[in-house]
């Protein structure tokens, strides 16, 4: 999906598209499993992860709490290094120090590596209108410039693709068929990409961490590129979200621990790299000229919120997206924004300003939970999706009907006798549509769900039906509780016929 159709839809919309893309959906699914899985393993091998994440959690409240003292301790020590420091207001501002850059240097082509900012930035279209060819190599991040698309995942931008449609894309590039085989697929763009290495003019990164003890940058990464970006290129430049600082090398030790298991639970990326500076006499290689543009684009926006300063804590590992129950049955073109999932149904509002053109992004959440329990840094993005869709009903721009729904719903569960009655009518309604324990009507509300999962049918006995005999089972046994209530609980299952909705919320 490229930028145009995503701007012309609502969340809605986009997220049915995504729903009928039986692709999509199992690409989507595979691989998040996979990371999830990964994440879960490596984070118990770990061991007192909850410990870790508090850690990390505390370094991230501290720096964002002084986060000016920081920036200026980072810029100090990097321009001490012969780094060249730019700061960038807005995204023209980034923009247009990156293409002076470029003019200066009369650079033909630029090769770019973990550079989400860029994306935020549309810099690669800025790039081309004065005829620089910027060319993505991180290997998914090519796969989607060859496609004209936007990344879905924070850290794997091709997720929504398999492997065949990969060889497709590839092939007309190689002008030949080649196999769906991952090796082949690989091994052909290292090929392409050695040589775009050697003849770019300018290497260009983004920053996982940025260190303010010793003006540093770090790199995590996989496949190797980011080291040939950074050092081939005889001009470097790096884009920095103003928020990617930490204080010290020590504290780099919390977050490389956090990083890569809750990205894609390995213990350490193949490569981390630590850059603090252009070539010295004395080194092999490494650039002439090295440029940081720290990049605020909406970030200071979110200093001082009470309700969103915690998002400035963090570090784009991606968990948030794979623990999410709708983004592994959407995938991440249907948030519309640079940034998708739970994290970038907050933070595309917050760095948008415009929270009227966004609002529904926050409705993509079933607010389960799931995000909160994934971060690394523990930012609470459930409650600030709540917050956000309160801020939207308070300035006046909720949906009538659902508004109606929900004052029904709250006079229901608000008197227990209310409860109970209604309860009893939708027993008696519901003959009408279940079949096998299931209600599987498509009428009204039920649409959208039902087309998608299944509604389990109001049951003949509730939890209240059955306590009063529970307790009073309980009370003349003196059993401990919890096995007896797990015993009727299952008895009360067998008793009914559904077989209940699908697992993941
Ligand atoms: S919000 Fe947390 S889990 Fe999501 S990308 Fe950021 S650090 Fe990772």
Redesign the pocket.
């Given at each position: 999906m490229n930028t145009a159709d995503t701007k012309a839809q609502t969340v809605k919309q986009r997220a049915g598209d995504a729903l009928n893309n039986d692709f999509l959906r199992k690409a989507v699914r595979f691989t998040t499993e996979r990371l999830r899985l990964g994440k879960k393993l490596a984070s118990e091998e770990h061991g007192n992860w909850d410990d870790w994440r508090e850690r990390g959690r505390q370094i991230r409240l501290h720096t964002i709490a002084h986060l000016d003292y920081y920036l200026d301790q980072f810029t100090e020590q990097a321009r001490a290094n012969g780094v060249h420091v730019h700061f960038a207001d807005t995204a023209e501002e980034a923009v247009a120090i990156s293409l002076q850059i470029a003019e200066r240097k009369s650079a033909k082509s630029v090769v770019k590596s973990k550079s989400m900012v860029s994306e935020e930035l549309h810099l690669n279209k800025a790039l081309e209108s004065i005829g620089v060819e910027a060319v993505e190599t991180d290997l998914g991040e090519y796969i989607i410039q060859l496609s004209d698309e936007t990344p879905s995942h924070?850290i794997i931008p091709a997720i929504h693709k398999n492997r065949y449609q990969i060889a497709e894309v590839l092939s007309e590039v190689a002008g030949e068929t080649l196999p769906p085989d991952t090796a082949v697929l690989a091994g052909f763009v290292r090929m392409k990409l050695r040589e775009k290495f050697l003849e770019a003019e300018i290497g260009m990164t983004g920053c996982n961490f940025a260190i303010a003890e010793t003006g540093s940058m770090v790199l995590f990464e996989n496949e190797g590129n980011a080291r040939m970006v950074t050092t081939v290129p005889k001009t470097q430049i790096t884009l920095m979200g103003m928020e990617r600082i930490i204080p010290s090398w020590s504290d780099l030790e919390v977050m490389a621990t956090l990083l890569p298991r809750?990205a894609t639970g390995q213990k350490l990326t193949v490569y981390m790299s630590g850059i603090s500076g252009p070539k010295r006499e004395q080194d092999a290689d490494g650039p002439d000229e090295m440029h940081i543009i720290i990049i605020d684009n909406g970030r200071s926006l979110q200093l001082g919120d009470p309700e969103f300063q915690e998002l400035l804590n963090?570090?784009?590992?991606?968990?948030?997206?794979n623990a999410c129950p709708v983004y592994r049955h959407i995938g991440g073109h249907a948030y519309g924004g640079t940034y998708s999932g739970?994290?970038g149904a907050v933070l595309t509002p917050a760095l948008n300003k415009n929270v009227a053109e966004w609002d529904d992004i926050a409705n993509a959440s079933s607010l389960c939970g799931a995000?909160y329990e994934?971060?690394?840094?523990k930012?609470p993005?459930h409650d600030m999706l709540v917050y956000l869709r309160r801020r939207k009903i308070e300035a006046g721009r909720g949906d009538k009907l659902e508004g109606m729904g929900m004052r029904g719903f709250s006079t229901v569960m608000g008197d227990s006798k209310r409860f109970r009655s209604v309860l009893s009518l939708g027993k008696l309604g519901q003959k009408l549509v279940v079949r096998n324990g299931e209600i599987r009507t498509k009428l009204g509300p039920l649409k959208g769900w039902n087309s998608y999962r299944v509604t389990p049918s109001i049951p003949k006995q509730s939890f209240r039906d059955l306590w009063p005999e529970m307790e009073a089972d309980l009370r003349r046994t003196s059993k401990p509780m919890k096995p007896d209530l797990t015993n009727r609980l299952e008895e009360r299952k067998r008793q009914q016929e559904g077989k209940g909705v699908n697992g993941d919320g």
């Open positions: 924070i809750s963090c570090i784009r590992c991606g968990a948030c997206l739970p994290i995000c994934a971060c690394p840094v930012i993005l």
